[in-house]
């Protein structure tokens, strides 16, 4: 949904987000005891569908992907 700009439920593409880059998301969860990512939704307005998603600020900020990919398991 946030790659394709598109509902995987109802295939609608009036996607909106509250992913901003110069705004910190108000929801996000604590990797260990200092280190927190912040999440962002996105939202299908036709069936109300929605995703959420690591922001764009901290998916991007290396140290804290790195934080979490040595504290959490790796699936499969
Ligand atoms: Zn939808």
Not at 15 to 42: A, N
Not at 46 to 63: F, H, M, R, T, V
């Amino acid at each position: 949904m946030k790659a394709s700009g598109q509902c995987p439920k109802c295939q609608g593409k009036n996607i909106y987000t509250d992913d901003r880059q110069s705004k910190r998301s108000d929801r996000s969860f604590g990797v260990d005891g200092w280190t927190r990512l912040f999440v962002s939704m996105y939202v299908c307005t036709d069936c109300g569908y929605l995703e959420e998603y690591i922001d764009s600020e901290s998916l991007s900020n290396q140290k804290k992907m790195e934080k979490l990919k040595n504290s959490w398991p790796k699936i499969s």
